[in-house]
T-cell receptor
Framework: QKEVEQNSGPLSVPEGAIASLNCTYS??????FFWYRQYSGKSPELIMS????GDKEDGRFTAQLNKASQYVSLLIRDSQPSDSATYLC???????????FGKGTRLHILP | GAVVSQHPSWVICKSGTSVKIECRSL??????MFWYRQFPKQSLMLMAT?????????EQGVEKDKFLINHASLTLSTLTVTSAHPEDSSFYIC???????????FGQGTRLTVV
């Protein structure tokens, strides 16, 4: 079983709509969760961190965490073409020093 | 967010030579630094994890004698690609983290081309 799973996409969303990105993880002891955005040819940049069950909002972005279901999601409201990128879900391993990354979901916002 | 600076941004070297890449955390103390490699259109591949003052922990299949990692201070880690060959050409990215449960911040990446 893969440790962090994401749908690879591409996920196509019309401009102005809500983009919903999902992620599941396997290690129940994980306590911290992150979303990164990576543009082609660039390094990842942190969008959101979430540590507690529920929703966390930052501007157009909302991260949602459900530890019982081992599920993390990222909502992007009012999607813009500049949001087109690969979104990486990441989980701090509860067992060692590592941060485990999913393979990413490619998001394409249609103008 | 915190700033991680990686240099150089790109480097071209001759086959058989060595290349050193630096990763610095500019405004926080990085207890742990990570080194990744990424080939075009592929996902991040973790090469090694290093803690300040300790030997790096390498992922399976990564040659520790070829990819030398030094994390001598809380703000600096270096990756040296020794005896580089064309197949080592890739995008190398570092990230740095403070406390164990915190987020990691990435450097800009180094595009290495071995000719």
């Amino acid at each position: 079983q893969k440790e962090v799973e994401q749908n690879s996409g591409p996920l196509s969303v019309p401009e102005g709509a809500i983009a919903s990105l999902n992620c599941t993880y396997s290690d129940r002891v994980s306590q911290s969760f992150f979303w990164y955005r990576q543009y082609s040819g660039k390094s990842p940049e942190l969008i959101m961190s979430i540590y507690s069950n529920g929703d966390k909002e930052d501007g157009r972005f909302t991260a949602q965490l459900n530890k019982a279901s081992q599920y993390v999601s990222l909502l992007i409201r009012d999607s813009q073409p500049s949001d087109s990128a690969t979104y990486l879900c990441a989980v701090n391993s509860g067992r060692d020093d590592k941060i485990i990354f999913g393979k990413g979901t490619r998001l394409h916002i249609l103008p | 967010g915190a700033v991680v600076s990686q240099h150089p941004s790109w480097v071209i070297c001759k086959s058989g030579t060595s290349v050193k890449i630096e990763c610095r955390s500019l405004d926080f103390q990085a207890t742990t630094m990570f080194w990744y490699r990424q080939f075009p259109k592929q996902s991040l591949m973790l090469m090694a994890t290093s803690n300040e003052g300790s030997k790096a922990t390498y992922e399976q299949g990564v040659e520790k004698d070829k990819f030398l990692i030094n994390h001598a201070s809380l703000t600096l880690s270096t990756l040296t690609v020794t005896s580089a060959h064309p197949e080592d050409s890739s995008f190398y990215i570092c990230s740095a983290r403070g406390p164990p449960d915190a987020e990691a911040f990435f450097g800009q990446g180094t595009r290495l081309t071995v000719v």
